[in-house]
């Protein structure tokens, strides 16, 4: 098994943890339909397009949360 031949300084091992802990930010585009951000490859959540087709229709939103639907 190799081993480490010298101690790495608190520096060093800080550095090293700090640069993993962060999540990546999904890449993300516009949808040609309605031109809201989206994440590539999925269907736009806010028009329910994918490659120019209405593979899922969406269902209007109200503003705010006056009538509470129970939604799957
Ligand atoms: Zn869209």
């Avoid at 999925?42 to 705010?64: A, M, N, T, W």
């Amino acid at each position: 098994m190799a081993n480490p031949k010298r101690r790495h300084t608190r520096s060093r091992r800080d550095m090293r943890r700090a640069s993993n802990w962060r999540l990546e930010i999904p890449a993300l585009t516009h949808c040609p339909q309605c031109h809201a951000a989206k994440r590539t490859h999925h269907i736009c959540p806010s028009c329910g397009f994918y490659d120019g087709q209405l593979l899922r229709p969406v269902k209007e939103k109200k503003k705010g949360k006056e009538s509470p639907e129970a939604e799957g």
